[in-house]
């Protein structure tokens, strides 16, 4: 599966945002998943979930701000970024792995180019 993230751009503290993630293939077996990396850090989830599942797993630091979505017709899945802080700068990617969900980033072997967020205060 191939991934194409975009969306990324330049904010105000308190600004949002909307990541769109555009896969190629089948993704029913798939996970899917939102994952971040700011300069010098190490890249982890945002959210992760299975593609057909229900269930959603959202990282605490962004609970109740960012809204993951997903349109099966167009294998596309979204980040929806409210309310977003100094804290959310990073380069945020998409990733896709079959089979069960995992949170940590090595789990998962296919990627996204990665889109810039940057909140400015």
């Known amino acids: 599966v191939q991934l194409q993230a975009s969306g990324g751009g330049l904010v105000q503290t308190g600004g949002s945002l909307r990541l769109s993630c555009q896969a190629s293939?089948?993704?029913?077996?798939?996970?899917m998943g939102w994952f971040r990396q700011a300069p010098g850090k190490e890249r982890t989830f945002v959210v992760v979930f299975a593609w057909r599942g229900q269930n959603k797993h959202y990282a605490d630091a962004v609970k109740g701000r960012f809204t993951v979505s997903r349109d099966h017709a167009k294998d596309t899945m979204y980040l929806q970024m409210n309310n977003l802080t100094s804290e959310d700068t990073a380069v945020y990617y998409c990733?896709?792995?079959?089979?069960?969900?995992?949170?940590?980033?090595?789990?998962?072997?296919?990627w996204g180019q990665g889109t810039q967020v940057t909140v400015s205060s």
């Open positions: 293939g089948t993704l029913n077996s798939y996970s």
């Open positions: 990733a896709a792995r079959q089979g069960s969900t995992y949170t940590p980033a090595r789990h998962y072997p296919y």
